[in-house]
């Protein structure tokens, strides 16, 4: 064979493996095997998907191959980019939110972790340094822990428009304790009354975990509540402030409380806490029992301000105020409310209590009754309103009163003694 | 000539070597996609967009590689292939364990929403207990305890995780070592429905009693304990149970938070105290006051703890249980007080007591000696705490000294 013939038969070889080459080049398909497994898996999942539109279109695209994706071409350690990434590919912003908000709460959970180093969750022996202490280490940890926690929220918003983890509340149905407090108002004077309020409440905190508090502490816990009022009422409208005032003052707070039982109405409960707001410094509690003059003082301002109170609300009706003041009125009108029975019934109750002890002071006090005689008498006033009560209230709801409230009934016969041999 | 010759061989030589190059690779993805039953509309699923009307399939035709990833392509009703395809996607475990638990969650409290109520209006007149901005139904609560488990349970079988300990982990609660991991899943599991049983029964009495705990209601709080405890008892060996109590149980948590806050226990300490407390109660009777064989038995109990604890540790340990003591050393805590300081004044008042119980007992004084004496060992006593605590400290802790002012009480009026 001459060269000029091995030339040739070289080229046509040439000719063929490049067609050959061509051929498979062209035919190659990506090739990574997670590729091909994530192709099935989706495959899969289309047909589980319901079909979302009752039409189906061909589309042909050419020159478009997918490379294999991987989760590390978005995730990233910036947590904007990460955000930036997810909302790329299409990721629901619900998605995208649990995403980032789980990820910002182990962040600041382990920041929360570094306040308290010497806490380990399995020296299940060892006390909890966070729980209850009042001292100034313990304080400044809690003020930095309350940092933390808006920080992060400042955080989720900044990167995600809300705060996620207070969405998710909102679904579970925990509104924030906050918007629910503060609704009368817009979501700016909210914040605004946030920011406002923070310094004043973590001195008040700090001042409200000490349990062996003086009579300066509680004049230092007035006036830095007042201040926090007058914080407010920069901020609000007068209509938005008295609202807030009635919301969230202390006053406010220790009335509804006190209240119990009587069920004012707006403008009676309005009306009570302008009186007891004007004589707030005089009601305060005097502590110290060698106080004599404070003792006085107090006393004074209290019974003025029954005074007033009597005089707004009429004879009748500052009746039931007072019943109201009685912890066993109190405990008739929960035992009902837990009963599901109308609270009137506690006035019909209530006048068999005062009857009852009119009835046995008297007995006491009648000096013609031998012990033996007065100690029946006694019993027999006794046995007498207990079966009325059991009649009025039913059986339920005086068996469970006669053990919380109804104290006095064991009150109205002497206790017998058993003397020592 | 030569040199084309050789210049066409070496070519060939190249060319020859590509193709067989191509030969080896390529061969797998077909037989995966044929495995797999793949066919061009699978293809065109995992590339498609967001259907904006009637649903678009896409077919490729060549291969130029671009990178175009939608989220739908992992998306599912379905949380199994939801899952895998985010494995396929080499989505960190972590991650897919983030994504699933908040759908679950946000699944389960869905469900929830038609039985809620919203949230009461605030009305700042509305007085006491009635106050409530969550009241709900009994069904609601009912709901809620039952969603609680499934959801846990959903988690499990999905995930293989523990939504508790997830949620530890998300919001740095304590992650607790499992003291039952050493026994079998199915006894783990067992402990668990019981445990969520227990909290589902503690807060239906909690619903029923409206923020009223009457008697009847503590009595019947303080069986549940009891109760958990029996149940627990038939799955557990002693033990295991014992283990797991002293890390988890009400008693322990009170042990923990609250009484043996001034007490620094060591662990062996801390289990000695909670075995002489959890025996102390499962003597004391279910309802009433215990009668006088269980407070025998009950001393018994505590003279094993002080042999357990030694002398000197047990009087540290009755010290810590005394309301004055903890008391005064909160004082000192939030005065910046020395310890040494309370110490000092708890040492006194026993010392204090027992010179007034003397004089009380001495017969041979007459009423007036007797308190002139008292008088002067208050005032003695008085004196040395004001030193110890300073003028303020001293005032504040007297409103809660009653041992001070017992000392000397003041004259009964007529």
């Given at each position: 064979m001459n060269t000029r013939a091995i030339v040739l038969l070289s080229i046509l070889g040439n000719i063929g493996l490049l067609a050959c080459a061509i051929h498979l080049h062209r035919s190659r398909k990506p090739s990574l095997p997670s590729y091909a497994t994530a192709q099935a898996q989706t495959a899969n999942l289309a047909k589980a998907l319901p079909s979302r539109a009752t039409e189906t279109k061909v589309e042909v695209v050419t020159n478009d191959v997918v490379a294999e994706f991987r989760w590390q071409q978005i995730e990233s350690a910036n947590c904007k980019a990460y955000v930036a990434n997810l909302r790329a590919i299409d990721c629901p912003e619900e998605t995208v939110r649990d995403i980032i908000a789980a990820d910002v709460n182990k962040l600041y959970a382990q920041k929360r972790k570094a306040l308290w180093p010497e806490t380990k969750a399995n020296e299940y022996w060892k006390k909890d340094p966070s729980w209850r202490s009042v001292s100034a280490t313990e304080t400044d940890r809690q003020a930095k822990s309350r940092a933390l926690e808006k920080e992060k929220s400042e955080l989720l918003k900044s990167l995600l428009g809300v705060d996620p983890i207070k969405e998710r509340n909102?679904?579970?149905?925990?509104?924030?304790?906050?918007?629910?407090?503060?609704?009368?108002?817009?979501?700016?004077?909210?914040?605004?009354?946030?920011?406002?309020?923070?310094?004043?409440?973590?001195?008040?905190?700090?001042?409200?975990?000490?349990?062996?508090?003086?009579?300066?502490?509680?004049?230092?816990?007035?006036?830095?509540?007042?201040?926090?009022?007058?914080?407010?009422?920069?901020?609000?409208?007068?209509?938005?402030?008295?609202e807030y005032e009635l919301r969230t003052a202390q006053i406010a707070v220790q009335l509804r409380h006190d209240l119990d039982g009587f069920e004012p109405s707006a403008q009676e409960f309005r009306e009570i806490y302008k009186l007891r707001k004007a004589r707030e410094d005089d009601l305060a509690y005097v502590s110290d029992p060698d106080d004599e003059d404070g003792q006085d003082k107090r006393l004074k301002a209290v019974t003025a301000l029954e005074q007033q109170i009597k005089q707004m609300l009429g004879e009748q009706c500052f009746a039931e105020y007072e019943h109201a003041q009685d912890h066993s009125y109190k405990e008739l009108v929960r035992a009902l409310k837990q009963n599901d029975l109308p609270t009137m019934l506690a006035n019909k109750a209530y006048e068999m209590k005062t009857g009852a002890e009119q009835a046995a002071r008297r007995v006491r006090s009648d000096e013609s009754l031998s012990p033996e005689q007065r100690n029946e008498a006694l019993k027999a006033i006794r046995g007498e309103t207990e079966k009325g009560l059991s009649q009025q209230l039913g059986e339920n709801v005086f068996s469970s009163y006669k053990r919380s409230g109804g104290y006095w009934l064991n009150n109205l016969v002497p206790r017998e003694t058993t003397r020592r041999p | 000539m030569k040199a084309l010759a050789i210049l066409s061989i070496g070519i060939n030589l190249a060319l020859a070597g590509y193709v067989a190059m191509q030969f080896r690779e390529s061969p797998e993805p077909v037989r995966q996609q044929a495995a797999s039953g793949q066919d061009n509309n699978t293809k065109s699923s995992f590339i498609a967009r967001r259907p904006t009307g009637p649903r678009v399939e896409t077919l490729v035709l060549s291969n130029v590689v671009a990178s175009d990833f939608s989220w739908r392509k992992v998306e599912s009703d379905d949380y199994r292939p939801y899952i895998a395809n985010l494995r396929a996607i080499s989505c960190p475990e972590e991650t897919i364990r983030d994504i699933i638990i908040a759908d679950v969650d946000k699944l389960y409290a869905r469900k929830l929403t038609p039985l809620r109520k919203p949230p009461a209006e605030f009305k700042f007149w509305t007085t006491g207990e009635s106050f409530s901005r969550y009241d709900q139904s009994p069904e609601y609560y009912k709901a809620q305890s039952e969603f609680g488990i499934e959801k846990s349970k959903v988690l499990k079988e999905l995930l293989g995780a523990d939504y508790q300990k997830e949620m530890a982990k998300e919001y740095g609660w304590g992650e607790t070592?499992?003291?039952?991991?050493?026994?079998?899943?199915?006894?783990?599991?067992?402990?668990?429905?019981?445990?969520?049983?227990?909290?589902?029964?503690?807060?239906?009495?909690?619903?029923?009693a409206k923020g009223h705990i009457d008697s009847a209601t503590q009595d019947?709080?303080?069986?549940?304990?009891?109760?958990?405890?029996?149940?627990?008892?038939?799955?557990?060996?002693?033990?295991?149970?014992?283990?797991?109590?002293?890390?988890?149980?009400?008693?322990?948590?009170?042990?923990?938070?609250?009484?043996?806050?001034?007490?620094?226990a060591t662990e062996e300490e801390f289990r000695a105290i909670f075995k002489t407390k959890q025996d102390a109660e499962l003597l004391t009777p279910e309802q009433g006051q215990p009668n006088k064989a269980s407070l025998d038995e009950r001393k018994e109990v505590d003279a094993e703890l002080k042999q357990s604890l030694g002398e000197d540790r047990y009087k540290e340990y009755?010290?810590?249980?005394?309301?004055?003591?903890q008391n005064l050393l909160r004082l000192a805590e939030s005065r910046g007080m020395e310890r040494t300081a309370v110490d000092q004044i708890y040492q006194l008042k026993d010392e204090a007591q027992k010179a007034a119980s003397e004089v009380r007992r001495n017969t041979e004084l007459s009423a007036e000696q007797r308190s002139a004496a008292l008088a002067a060992i208050k005032a003695e006593t008085e004196k040395t705490v004001t030193e110890a605590l300073g003028e303020r400290n001293f005032k504040t802790y007297k409103r809660y000294a009653y041992w001070l002012r017992n000392l000397n009480p003041a004259p009964r009026p007529p």
């Open positions: 909102k679904e579970n149905g925990y509104e924030d304790s906050w918007d629910w407090l503060y609704s009368f108002t817009s979501e700016e004077k909210k914040q605004q009354l946030r920011d406002a309020n923070e310094s004043y409440d973590q001195k008040l905190q700090a001042l409200y975990r000490v349990s062996m508090r003086d009579d300066d502490d509680e004049k230092e816990i007035r006036k830095l509540r007042r201040e926090k009022l007058a914080a407010a009422a920069g901020i609000l409208s007068p209509q938005e402030f008295e | 070592k499992d003291p039952l991991e050493h026994l079998p899943q199915e006894t783990r599991d067992k402990v668990a429905e019981l445990n969520q049983k227990f909290a589902l029964q503690r807060s239906e009495i909690h619903r029923k019947e709080l303080r069986a549940l304990p009891r109760k958990l405890h029996d149940d627990l008892a038939a799955v557990l060996s002693p033990a295991d149970l014992f283990d797991f109590e002293v890390r988890t149980s009400d008693l322990a948590r009170n042990m923990k938070y609250n009484e043996l806050q001034a007490f620094d009755q010290r810590a249980q005394d309301g004055d003591y």
